[in-house]
């Protein structure tokens, strides 16, 4: 169990709390990291982020004119970003003996993930709409923790499912922008932005565990039976991938693949 006054004190506490102030606005971490370990299966959840028994269907580009719709997404992706935090403090948990420069990076995309989960449900208020207002999923959670090691993780967290949302943030960006939501529209480009840093994160510390990314290679750091489909948007944001690390020939190679 971890120490308390610890970072790991700390993240032990974000993911198992059940309060949305706590999700949303954590107390100051302390900076003393002691390469101590837990195993969480599952995180706490506040009653507002309840998590519904049918998966929720994420709204398609061409239904956010509809103010209802736009906070339905962005909701969904408050979710997501809500999820990503907390998963990176399970994998500090999960591999305390990884790198301390790993861990702390960890910790750094924790701070980016939150801070991203209050610019969306800033917008969801704006909007008219309460944290709560719509049905979520924890998809996420559902199989991240397949990962076994640090490679695994940043395989198919970093890599995989930060590197869709650089396809995603780039898409529904623009439909937001065309729906008439300008403010909506910032913030998506801003996440997307700051993701290529999280990405270039998986990327660097994959390759130098594993061997340059390349499209099999990276299969094979997947935790089965996930699949490069579930990683990849409609159209792929090549440009952003490109300056997130992942290699012109990856990207050409995710493009093409099929099952």
Known sequence: MPSEGTAEAWARDYVLSERLEHKLAPPPRPRVLVGEGVAIARPGR?????????????????ALGDPRKRAQLLHVFLHHELQAAELMCWALLRFPDAPAAFRRGLLSICDDEIRHARLYAERVEALGFAVGAFPVRDWFWERVPAASSPLAFV???????????LDHAARFGAALRAAGDEQSAAVQDLVGREEEAHVRFA?????????????DRWREALPPPLSPIVMRGRPLAREARVRAGQPPAFVDALEAYVP
């Open 46 to 62: 506040p009653p507002e982020l309840a998590p519904a028994a049918r998966p929720p269907k994420t709204p398609r580009p061409g």
């Open 203 to 215: 990327v660097r510390w994959f390759e130098r565990w594993a061997s340059p990314l390349a499209l």
């Open 155 to 165: 395989a198919l967290f970093g890599i995989g499912l930060e590197g869709a949302n």
